[in-house]
Protein backbone atom coordinates (compact mmCIF):
# COMPACT_ATOMS: atom_id res chain seq x y z
CA UNK A 1 0.00 0.00 0.00
CA UNK A 2 1.38 3.26 -1.02
CA UNK A 3 2.42 5.91 1.95
CA UNK A 4 0.12 8.82 1.56
CA UNK A 5 1.54 11.83 2.78
CA UNK A 6 -0.72 15.03 3.32
CA UNK A 7 0.81 18.51 2.93
CA UNK A 8 -0.33 20.12 6.14
CA UNK A 9 3.00 21.73 7.17
CA UNK A 10 3.85 24.40 4.17
CA UNK A 11 0.33 26.72 5.58
CA UNK A 12 2.72 27.41 8.89
CA UNK A 13 5.65 27.72 6.57
CA UNK A 14 5.39 29.84 3.33
CA UNK A 15 4.36 32.82 6.16
CA UNK A 16 7.09 32.32 8.20
CA UNK A 17 9.51 31.96 4.96
CA UNK A 18 8.08 35.16 3.75
CA UNK A 19 8.47 37.14 6.70
CA UNK A 20 11.61 36.18 6.21
CA UNK A 21 12.99 36.89 2.96
CA UNK A 22 11.18 40.37 3.83
CA UNK A 23 13.11 41.03 6.61
CA UNK A 24 16.15 40.47 5.00
CA UNK A 25 15.57 41.91 1.85
CA UNK A 26 14.35 45.03 4.12
CA UNK A 27 17.61 45.06 6.36
CA UNK A 28 19.71 45.37 3.20
CA UNK A 29 17.74 48.08 1.41
CA UNK A 30 18.32 50.25 5.32
CA UNK A 31 21.97 49.42 5.04
CA UNK A 32 21.59 50.39 1.29
CA UNK A 33 23.11 47.16 0.09
CA UNK A 34 21.98 44.74 -2.67
CA UNK A 35 20.35 41.81 -0.74
CA UNK A 36 22.17 38.54 -1.46
CA UNK A 37 19.98 35.65 -1.91
CA UNK A 38 18.10 34.19 1.00
CA UNK A 39 19.07 30.80 2.39
CA UNK A 40 16.94 28.88 4.05
CA UNK A 41 17.81 25.72 6.29
CA UNK A 42 14.91 22.79 6.14
CA UNK A 43 15.48 19.60 8.47
CA UNK A 44 13.82 16.93 8.81
CA UNK A 45 13.56 13.45 10.53
CA UNK A 46 13.63 10.69 7.62
CA UNK A 47 10.16 9.84 6.65
CA UNK A 48 8.15 12.88 7.92
CA UNK A 49 7.27 14.27 4.49
CA UNK A 50 10.07 16.64 4.09
CA UNK A 51 10.30 15.53 0.64
CA UNK A 52 6.32 17.14 0.12
CA UNK A 53 6.83 19.94 1.76
CA UNK A 54 10.00 21.10 -0.26
CA UNK A 55 8.12 20.67 -3.24
CA UNK A 56 4.92 22.82 -2.20
CA UNK A 57 7.49 25.29 -1.08
CA UNK A 58 9.52 25.59 -4.04
CA UNK A 59 5.93 25.77 -6.42
CA UNK A 60 4.63 28.70 -4.27
CA UNK A 61 8.42 30.97 -3.80
CA UNK A 62 8.83 30.72 -7.51
CA UNK A 63 4.89 31.24 -8.76
CA UNK A 64 2.93 34.51 -8.93
CA UNK A 65 2.68 36.82 -7.18
CA UNK A 66 6.23 36.00 -5.71
CA UNK A 67 7.54 35.13 -8.53
CA UNK A 68 11.41 34.25 -7.01
CA UNK A 69 14.09 32.13 -8.64
CA UNK A 70 14.63 29.03 -6.19
CA UNK A 71 16.89 26.37 -6.08
CA UNK A 72 16.42 23.41 -4.13
CA UNK A 73 19.61 21.63 -2.61
CA UNK A 74 20.07 18.45 -0.71
CA UNK A 75 22.64 17.55 1.78
CA UNK A 76 22.45 13.85 -0.25
CA UNK A 77 24.04 15.63 -3.44
CA UNK A 78 27.27 16.83 -1.12
CA UNK A 79 27.66 13.00 -0.67
CA UNK A 80 31.42 11.93 -1.29
CA UNK A 81 32.20 10.05 -4.82
CA UNK A 82 31.82 6.64 -4.12
CA UNK A 83 35.94 6.00 -4.72
CA UNK A 84 36.19 8.67 -1.66
CA UNK A 85 33.65 6.85 0.37
CA UNK A 86 34.67 3.82 0.27
CA UNK A 87 38.48 4.91 1.03
CA UNK A 88 36.88 6.83 4.08
CA UNK A 89 35.37 3.26 5.11
CA UNK A 90 38.58 1.68 4.83
CA UNK A 91 40.74 4.05 6.52
CA UNK A 92 38.76 3.16 10.15
CA UNK A 93 37.39 -0.29 9.10
CA UNK A 94 36.38 -0.62 12.39
CA UNK A 95 34.09 2.53 12.76
CA UNK A 96 30.65 1.28 11.38
CA UNK A 97 29.18 4.81 11.04
CA UNK A 98 31.46 5.64 8.11
CA UNK A 99 30.82 2.54 6.29
CA UNK A 100 28.16 3.83 4.18
CA UNK A 101 27.11 7.42 3.18
CA UNK A 102 25.19 9.03 5.60
CA UNK A 103 26.84 10.41 8.83
CA UNK A 104 28.60 13.80 8.80
CA UNK A 105 31.70 12.90 7.28
CA UNK A 106 30.62 11.61 4.19
CA UNK A 107 29.54 14.94 2.48
CA UNK A 108 31.85 16.91 0.70
CA UNK A 109 31.54 20.23 2.58
CA UNK A 110 34.34 21.88 0.32
CA UNK A 111 32.35 21.39 -2.85
CA UNK A 112 29.04 22.60 -0.72
CA UNK A 113 31.17 26.07 0.66
CA UNK A 114 31.89 26.79 -3.35
CA UNK A 115 28.55 26.07 -4.51
CA UNK A 116 27.11 28.26 -1.64
CA UNK A 117 29.71 30.78 -1.77
CA UNK A 118 29.09 31.20 -5.72
CA UNK A 119 25.20 31.63 -5.28
CA UNK A 120 25.56 34.15 -2.47
CA UNK A 121 27.94 36.27 -4.95
CA UNK A 122 25.43 35.30 -8.04
CA UNK A 123 28.31 34.11 -10.09
CA UNK A 124 27.12 32.80 -13.81
CA UNK A 125 26.63 29.93 -14.73
CA UNK A 126 26.74 27.61 -11.31
CA UNK A 127 26.15 24.12 -11.41
CA UNK A 128 24.34 22.24 -8.76
CA UNK A 129 25.83 18.99 -7.76
CA UNK A 130 23.92 15.84 -8.20
CA UNK A 131 23.60 12.45 -6.61
CA UNK A 132 22.48 8.92 -7.60
CA UNK A 133 22.03 6.69 -5.22
CA UNK A 134 21.14 3.58 -7.31
CA UNK A 135 25.12 3.99 -8.96
CA UNK A 136 27.28 0.68 -7.75
CA UNK A 137 24.46 -1.57 -6.57
CA UNK A 138 22.92 1.41 -4.21
CA UNK A 139 26.08 2.20 -2.67
CA UNK A 140 25.62 5.55 -4.53
CA UNK A 141 27.77 8.12 -6.42
CA UNK A 142 28.29 11.23 -8.18
CA UNK A 143 26.91 11.91 -11.08
CA UNK A 144 28.54 13.96 -14.24
CA UNK A 145 28.69 17.35 -13.51
CA UNK A 146 28.25 17.99 -17.09
CA UNK A 147 24.41 16.64 -16.58
CA UNK A 148 23.81 18.95 -13.21
CA UNK A 149 21.73 21.43 -13.46
CA UNK A 150 23.03 25.24 -14.34
CA UNK A 151 21.43 28.40 -12.83
CA UNK A 152 22.07 31.74 -12.92
CA UNK A 153 22.29 31.36 -16.36
CA UNK A 154 23.01 34.53 -19.24
CA UNK A 155 19.54 35.97 -19.83
CA UNK A 156 17.29 34.42 -16.71
CA UNK A 157 17.05 36.03 -13.24
CA UNK A 158 19.94 35.14 -10.48
CA UNK A 159 18.48 32.83 -7.56
CA UNK A 160 16.84 34.65 -4.69
CA UNK A 161 16.17 32.10 -2.53
CA UNK A 162 18.30 29.01 -1.63
CA UNK A 163 16.74 25.85 0.06
CA UNK A 164 18.78 23.57 1.30
CA UNK A 165 17.31 20.24 2.75
CA UNK A 166 17.82 17.13 4.39
CA UNK A 167 18.13 14.94 7.29
CA UNK A 168 21.13 16.72 9.04
CA UNK A 169 20.93 19.91 8.23
CA UNK A 170 21.26 22.52 10.46
CA UNK A 171 23.00 20.00 13.03
CA UNK A 172 25.43 21.65 15.50
CA UNK A 173 28.23 19.95 16.90
CA UNK A 174 28.48 19.18 20.37
CA UNK A 175 31.82 20.18 23.15
CA UNK A 176 34.18 17.27 24.05
CA UNK A 177 32.38 17.26 27.50
CA UNK A 178 28.68 17.54 26.08
CA UNK A 179 29.67 14.64 23.55
CA UNK A 180 31.00 12.38 26.57
CA UNK A 181 28.23 12.82 28.67
CA UNK A 182 25.72 12.11 25.80
CA UNK A 183 27.62 8.75 25.37
CA UNK A 184 28.13 7.90 28.53
CA UNK A 185 23.92 8.69 29.66
CA UNK A 186 23.28 6.69 26.64
CA UNK A 187 25.86 3.42 28.27
CA UNK A 188 23.85 4.08 31.85
CA UNK A 189 20.78 4.07 30.38
CA UNK A 190 21.23 0.63 28.50
CA UNK A 191 22.78 -0.96 31.62
CA UNK A 192 19.69 -0.08 34.07
CA UNK A 193 17.22 -1.28 31.22
CA UNK A 194 18.45 -2.79 28.45
CA UNK A 195 14.72 -3.36 27.10
CA UNK A 196 13.72 0.84 27.50
CA UNK A 197 16.75 1.53 26.24
CA UNK A 198 15.83 1.52 22.24
CA UNK A 199 18.99 3.92 20.89
CA UNK A 200 21.74 3.02 18.75
CA UNK A 201 24.53 5.18 21.02
CA UNK A 202 25.47 3.16 23.64
CA UNK A 203 26.54 0.32 21.45
CA UNK A 204 29.42 2.57 19.75
CA UNK A 205 33.07 3.39 20.52
CA UNK A 206 33.43 6.95 21.99
CA UNK A 207 36.22 6.94 19.44
CA UNK A 208 34.33 6.53 16.49
CA UNK A 209 30.88 8.89 17.37
CA UNK A 210 33.95 11.59 18.31
CA UNK A 211 35.02 11.25 14.95
CA UNK A 212 31.61 12.01 13.43
CA UNK A 213 31.27 14.80 15.93
CA UNK A 214 34.74 16.43 14.53
CA UNK A 215 33.99 16.32 11.17
CA UNK A 216 30.17 17.91 11.81
CA UNK A 217 32.30 21.05 12.80
CA UNK A 218 33.19 21.60 9.88
CA UNK A 219 29.40 21.81 8.54
CA UNK A 220 28.91 25.41 9.87
CA UNK A 221 30.42 26.80 7.18
CA UNK A 222 27.68 26.12 5.76
CA UNK A 223 24.60 26.34 8.56
CA UNK A 224 26.09 29.65 9.31
CA UNK A 225 25.03 31.13 5.31
CA UNK A 226 21.06 30.58 6.78
CA UNK A 227 18.69 33.61 7.38
CA UNK A 228 16.32 30.98 8.75
CA UNK A 229 15.82 27.16 9.72
CA UNK A 230 12.58 24.73 9.19
CA UNK A 231 12.62 21.85 11.67
CA UNK A 232 10.21 18.97 10.98
CA UNK A 233 10.61 17.33 14.33
CA UNK A 234 8.34 14.07 15.73
CA UNK A 235 6.76 13.30 18.92
CA UNK A 236 9.58 10.34 19.25
CA UNK A 237 12.08 10.54 16.91
CA UNK A 238 11.80 6.37 17.09
CA UNK A 239 8.94 6.74 14.13
CA UNK A 240 11.79 7.07 11.82
CA UNK A 241 11.81 3.31 11.91
CA UNK A 242 8.29 2.68 10.85
CA UNK A 243 8.19 5.37 8.30
CA UNK A 244 11.35 4.35 6.54
CA UNK A 245 9.43 0.60 6.78
CA UNK A 246 6.35 2.12 5.07
CA UNK A 247 8.22 3.78 2.33
CA UNK A 248 10.41 0.14 1.79
CA UNK A 249 7.20 -2.11 1.45
CA UNK A 250 5.28 0.94 -0.75
CA UNK A 251 8.70 0.93 -2.79
CA UNK A 252 8.66 -3.25 -3.24
CA UNK A 253 4.70 -3.22 -3.85
CA UNK A 254 5.10 -0.66 -7.03
CA UNK A 255 7.89 -1.52 -8.12
CA UNK A 256 9.12 -4.65 -7.27
CA UNK A 257 12.55 -3.45 -5.64
CA UNK A 258 13.33 -2.10 -2.19
CA UNK A 259 14.95 -2.67 0.53
CA UNK A 260 14.12 -5.97 2.87
CA UNK A 261 12.70 -5.37 6.58
CA UNK A 262 15.84 -6.13 8.46
CA UNK A 263 17.67 -4.06 5.63
CA UNK A 264 15.74 -1.35 6.35
CA UNK A 265 16.53 -1.90 10.64
CA UNK A 266 20.20 -1.89 9.61
CA UNK A 267 19.92 1.21 7.31
CA UNK A 268 18.41 3.67 10.10
CA UNK A 269 20.74 2.20 12.37
CA UNK A 270 23.27 3.86 11.19
CA UNK A 271 21.56 7.37 11.52
CA UNK A 272 19.67 6.43 14.90
CA UNK A 273 22.53 7.91 16.84
CA UNK A 274 22.99 11.29 15.19
CA UNK A 275 19.07 11.71 16.22
CA UNK A 276 20.41 10.96 19.57
CA UNK A 277 23.28 13.50 20.00
CA UNK A 278 22.05 16.29 18.08
CA UNK A 279 17.92 16.58 18.18
CA UNK A 280 18.20 18.33 21.66
CA UNK A 281 20.59 20.80 19.96
CA UNK A 282 18.15 21.65 17.21
CA UNK A 283 15.19 21.40 19.62
CA UNK A 284 16.50 24.59 21.68
CA UNK A 285 17.24 26.71 18.33
CA UNK A 286 20.85 26.81 16.84
CA UNK A 287 20.22 31.14 16.17
CA UNK A 288 21.94 33.03 18.89
CA UNK A 289 18.94 35.54 17.44
CA UNK A 290 15.41 34.11 18.73
CA UNK A 291 12.42 33.68 16.14
CA UNK A 292 14.76 32.26 13.00
CA UNK A 293 13.78 29.39 13.31
CA UNK A 294 10.23 27.08 13.02
CA UNK A 295 9.68 23.98 14.66
CA UNK A 296 7.21 21.44 13.72
CA UNK A 297 6.02 18.41 15.86
CA UNK A 298 4.76 15.56 14.04
CA UNK A 299 3.06 12.65 15.18
CA UNK A 300 2.96 9.26 14.04
CA UNK A 301 0.77 9.91 10.93
CA UNK A 302 3.13 12.87 9.97
CA UNK A 303 0.38 15.13 11.17
CA UNK A 304 1.45 18.50 12.84
CA UNK A 305 0.79 18.49 16.23
CA UNK A 306 2.62 21.47 17.85
CA UNK A 307 4.43 24.68 15.86
CA UNK A 308 7.27 26.97 17.97
CA UNK A 309 8.36 29.42 16.44
CA UNK A 310 12.48 29.61 18.07
Known amino acids: MAVDIVDDKSEHCIPFILDKIKAHCDYHKKEGTDAPPFFLGLNGIQGAGKTTLVSTL?????SSPQNLPTVVLSVDDLYLPHSAQKSLAESQPKNPLIQHRGQPSTHDISLGKEVFAQL???KPNI???????SLHDGQGDRTDSETWEVVNKDGEPPVEVVIFEGWCVGFRSLSDKELVAKWEDAKAARIFDKEAYHGRLASLELEHVSFINDALRQYDALTDYFGALIFIDAVDTL??????????RALREAKGTGMK???VI???NGYYPAYELYTDVLRKGIFQQTGKQLRLVVNKQRKVEEVELQ
Open 261 to 263: DKQ
Open 120 to 122: AAR
Open 266 to 268: EFV
Open 239 to 248: FVYEWRLQQE
Open 58 to 62: YKTLT
Open 127 to 133: RIPSYDK
